[in-house]
């Protein structure tokens, strides 16, 4: 199984050379104790922890699973210390307001400390990573007596979240929720329904579990107007803050998942159990999507660590096992066959993975800073501030999470493939990544639904191609300093402008032809995700590179070697993956007729 080795090299090249982030934290409200001494803490603090605790007992965990028994999950052996120091540390509240018992710093470090401890484990990862969400949402929306009741236990990780969202015969449309809340006269109601997919939601790492439940009240208007946001607690908390009687929901069961088998998946029954209504009446869903676009940079990070963990598996590897020549000629011509790493289509996919991983890492440390700004928006009260920050996020969430768990899910494919054989066999963990990697298209929307998302939502509806306009013109203003430039950096640059004037002209085409023909949206979407995902990449390649060309002329914290593989990173992108975004182009320029002309009775076997 591979070791993970925290990429701090990588991280400060992005933080204090590429984002200048010591800038960033000065600007911020809650930003002032994130010196750069204090942040080179925390992330050596957190990368020991990740490779000394986290990295042992991911395939231990993978290999044994969850444990269930009457309604009680075990997690596996390992995991319930590994919980007990990760709460030690403080982890838990790094990002969290310091009345509460947090540390209160920006929420991109958060972000960091989540990749560097989903790539060691993901699986343990999502036990804390659920509260998240849950305590968001208490924080925004709750009022004094809940936040006081819930918040300092969920902020020191004594207790854990979830989100109860879906439902069996509802996934992604949540119009169809029926779980019910009845008033008990109390203030409090009674929650009842069956809710399903809930990771971490049940477990033997917390004493409380504190649940986030979608629920419709009596006079509820139908669909998702009539969805109200509840509070459910595991156990009742009693007056001194401690947790008391055992609330009536019960774990039903865990799913048997293809991979992330170490997190628990459940199947929660809601009978009659107390709750607490958080948020308006009817407005449950509109509370829970506030950080809905942080929830989804979240899992997008899952797509740059398994490239990062397939990729650190797959390099070791194809440098010590050989097999045949290179076609050059010989390499070790003292060893019995030249290495792997000779050969050129071994080295094409560890480029591949190397491009995904730290360009990946890019998109998702500058999508962290608009993330750190739009919390500074509600911690200062500034209305307008917090929705201009959430609306630029809204823009890269679905690029993020759709883009980069496919191509997340690809590069895992690829380390499997460096190994061969040996690549499918269990005892080296490469298999597990790719396994683990697979559900990252899935959950928290469906890369079909992100594009959607992108090209129905956010460009036609909401902006009407303006996204698209202000960020591709963001593109050239970069690209143009440097696309007469000699080199590599001036081939980039000519490139990504190419692309990012057809991204341009191709919306505006597709947005004419779907004014007509309504099924183009759909039919286009998911081509036109990944077109914007390769140029995005693309952009974010492109300072990295010219970054690393400058420190190469100049001097920089890092040795020439570092910088001159960013720069040959950079050209293999554009060289090699790059234009696999000309055959999404011409993919989401065909109108929408082959795909729906076929009547549905001639979808048939045999």
Not at 73 to 98: C, D, I, N, R
Not at 196 to 218: K, M, Y
Request: proline content about 4%; glycine content about 10%.
């Amino acid at each position: 199984m591979p070791q993970y080795k925290a990429p701090l090299r990588d991280v400060k090249f992005l933080l204090n050379e590429v984002f200048d982030y010591p800038a960033h934290y000065a600007s911020l409200s809650n930003g002032g104790e994130a010196t750069p001494d204090m942040v080179d803490a925390i992330l050596e603090g957190c990368a020991t922890f990740c490779e000394e605790i986290l990295s042992p007992i991911n395939h231990s965990g993978d290999l044994e699973g969850c444990h269930f028994e009457n309604g009680n999950v075990t997690t596996p052996k390992g995991f319930k210390e590994a919980y007990a120091e990760y709460v030690a540390g403080g982890w838990q509240g790094l990002s969290h307001p310091t009345e509460y018992g947090g540390q209160g710093l920006p929420m991109s470090l958060n972000l960091m400390k989540s990749e560097m401890m989903g790539t060691a484990n993901w699986s343990f990862t999502m036990y804390p990573g659920l509260s998240l969400g849950c305590m968001n949402t208490v924080m925004q929306y709750g009022n004094d007596t809940q936040k006081n009741t819930y918040l300092p236990k969920l902020v020191s990780g004594e207790w854990t979240g979830t989100m109860c969202l879906t439902e069996p015969q509802c996934g992604t449309d949540l119009g169809q929720v029926k779980t019910k809340a009845e008033p008990v006269g109390d203030g409090s109601y009674k929650i009842t329904g069956t809710k399903i997919f809930i990771s971490a939601g049940e477990h033997d790492l917390s004493e409380n579990i504190i649940h986030i439940v979608l629920a419709r009240l009596p006079d509820a208007p139908k669909g998702t107007r009539g969805i109200s946001l509840f509070i459910v607690p595991k156990f009742m908390v009693n007056a001194d803050g401690s947790a008391g009687t055992r609330n009536p929901v019960v774990c039903g069961s865990i799913e048997h998942k293809m991979g992330i088998r170490a997190s628990a998946t459940a199947v929660l029954n809601f009978d009659e159990a107390i709750g607490y209504l958080i948020a308006e009446p009817n407005k449950g869903l509109e509370a829970m999507f506030t950080f809905m676009n942080t929830a989804r940079i979240g899992t997008a990070v899952q797509g740059v660590a398994h490239a990062e963990l397939s990729y650190q598996g797959a390099l070791p590897y194809a440098k010590e096992r050989r097999s045949m020549r290179a076609l050059s000629g010989k390499k070790d011509a003292d060893q019995v066959a030249d290495a792997l790493i000779w050969h050129a289509d071994v080295r094409r996919m560890l480029l591949t993975q190397k491009a995904v991983a730290e360009g990946g890492r890019s998109m998702i440390y500058h999508a962290a800073k608009l993330a750190d700004n739009m919390v500074n928006g509600i911690l200062e009260g500034n209305q307008a501030k917090y929705e201009d920050y959430d609306n630029q996020l809204g823009f890269y969430t679905p690029i993020l999470k759709g883009f980069l768990t496919e191509m997340g899910l690809e590069s895992a494919n690829l380390g499997m493939q460096v190994f061969g054989g040996h690549g499918y066999i269990k005892e080296h963990g490469m298999e597990q990544i790719a396994r683990d990697a697979r559900i990252s298209t899935l959950y928290e929307g469906t890369t079909g639904i992100q594009a959607l998302d992108l090209l129905g939502r956010k460009v036609l509806l909401q902006t009407r191609g303006k996204c698209i306009k202000e960020f591709t013109n963001e593109i050239i203003g970069f690209a143009k300093a440097h696309a007469f430039s000699g080199g590599p950096l001036g081939s980039m640059a000519r490139a990504l402008i190419r692309r990012s004037l057809r991204w341009k002209w191709s919306t505006l085409r597709i947005m004419l032809r779907a004014a007509k023909d309504r099924d183009t949206v759909s039919s286009s979407s998911y081509d036109f995700l990944m077109f914007s995902g390769f140029v995005m990449l693309g952009y974010f390649w492109l300072q990295q590179a010219v970054v690393a060309s400058e420190k190469l002329a100049k001097g920089g914290k890092e040795t020439p070697e570092f910088y001159k593989s960013k720069v040959q990173t950079a050209e293999f992108y554009f060289e090699r993956m790059l234009p696999r975004a000309d055959g999404h182009r011409k993919a989401m320029l065909a109108t929408s007729a082959s795909t729906m002309a076929m009547d549905n009775e001639h979808f048939v076997m045999g």
